[in-house]
């Protein structure tokens, strides 16, 4: 029952935050006001949170987790790029629960939005993504057995995959479709264009229409 009472005191300050931060702004959101409307001390605040930033990506950091867990975990066969994807695809149904045990959807859809508009939080987001991009190119390189300092490929591959995911977030967070599931189909649309993006001749070859068309996956055998 304790454990019961911290977890539902830790939500309830992180729904606060995010309400006042997408409400009235970040920087304008004190520490005073979200507490006050929990009914808790500031010293309850700080045992579970250090700082305003660290509840403003609170949920943001439960989703990469996820992501990178689940990449772990993807079997040795796959390439590094099919197992980044597969990795986000096993990943959403784990994703949805994670973000509505915590918040609604739409709040987290506005959450994105906050944080890409706030330039203090947008800076620290780079800096936050910066660092994941280096995890994961440290992941791939442990599983394809390779020197990620003297072999650039699993770097390059990082920046390639994070970056379809960043501007797939930025074009839901824009959207009015605040759904999972709308996320999902962008992302494996976007991502079906990786490989064909990458390709020398746009012209001739045209775009896909589908993930037949689209060859970014495959099988090792």
Known sequence: MRARKKQRT???LLREALERF???????TTIDEITDAVEVSQRTFFRYYASKEEVAFAVVE??????VEALRVRPASEGPMEAMRNAVTSAWT???????SVIPVELYMRTYRMI????????IHLRRSAGLEEGLSQLLADREGLDVDTDPRPRVAVAAFTGVMRVT???????????LETLRELSERYLD??????????RTAGPCAGPASCPVRRTRG
């Open 10 to 12: 830790r939500d309830a």
């Open 22 to 28: 997408t409400a009235q702004g970040y920087e304008q």
């Open 62 to 67: 439960m989703v990469e987790s996820k992501f």
């Open 94 to 100: 784990s994703v949805g629960e994670t973000i509505q």
């Open 116 to 123: 890409e508009s706030t330039p203090a939080l947008l800076a």
């Open 169 to 179: 977030g930025q074009l839901w967070g824009k959207g009015q479709d605040s759904s």
């Open 193 to 202: 264009h990786l490989g064909p993006a990458l390709a020398e001749d746009w």
